[in-house]
């Protein structure tokens, strides 16, 4: 019997408001058209006790300090890699992930101020050393970003504010110039040409799985 191909694991990422989820749904409709095996999964989350630390993290009633929203992520981070992920790949499946690790480094490392070489060390104990084959980076200026926000259903992430939002695009820009492995994506526009972007990065890598 054949063993399946390794899938591949990409990441959509950006701060709120940029449009990832919408173009990771997108993505993955066009898989199901293409009859290409794929899983759609969200961070934190995507396992029972994910799902629990993501109702704590993003919860607009609690403040938890930065360290210890770090670790709740990491500790998110390592049963979605263990429980979910790598099973995925084995399959021969494309792992389609809402944030992943660049996130953490945006958000905690740089934003919240822990320093990015000891975040980046801690996540690498949580994920084992697995990293993406590629993170998609959505980017947009973060007052449009703002606009498209419910503030209404706004989580704690969301409500952060635009000293914070700003921050964080600012390290998601210079990662994108550090990270090989990150694809910038402009995020401006009409949702159709966002994806048609998206598709044509993919494309140009994976000829084989994004025709």
Do not use: C
Request: glycine letters at 10%; aromatic letters at 6%; proline letters at 6%.
């Amino acid at each position: 019997m054949t063993r399946p191909a390794r899938g591949l694991f990409l990441v959509f990422e950006g701060i709120e408001g940029a449009g990832k989820s919408t173009q990771l749904r997108r993505v993955a409709e066009r898989l199901v058209g293409a009859g290409v095996p794929h899983l759609t999964v969200r961070e934190p989350g995507g396992t029972p006790v994910g799902e629990r630390i993501r109702g704590v993290v993003l919860d607009p009633e609690l403040d938890p300090t930065p360290e210890t929203e770090l670790l709740l992520m990491l500790a998110a981070r390592a049963e979605f890699v263990r429980r979910i992920v790598r099973a995925a790949l084995e399959r021969g499946e494309v792992v389609l992930a809402d944030r992943y690790e660049l996130s953490t480094f945006a958000y905690q490392g740089e934003a919240r101020g822990l320093g990015l070489d000891r975040v980046r060390e801690l996540n690498r104990f949580a994920t084992g050393g697995l990293r993406p084959d590629a993170t998609l980076l959505f980017l947009l200026d973060p007052a449009l970003a703002r606009a498209r926000l419910d503030e209404g259903k706004a989580d704690r992430m969301e409500r952060a504010g635009t000293v914070f939002h700003s921050a964080v695009d600012r390290a998601y820009r210079r990662l994108a110039r550090e990270e090989d492995s990150v694809i910038p994506v402009p995020a401006e526009g009409e949702p159709e040409a966002v994806t048609e972007r998206v598709w044509s990065a993919l494309a140009e890598r994976w000829p084989d799985r994004f025709a």
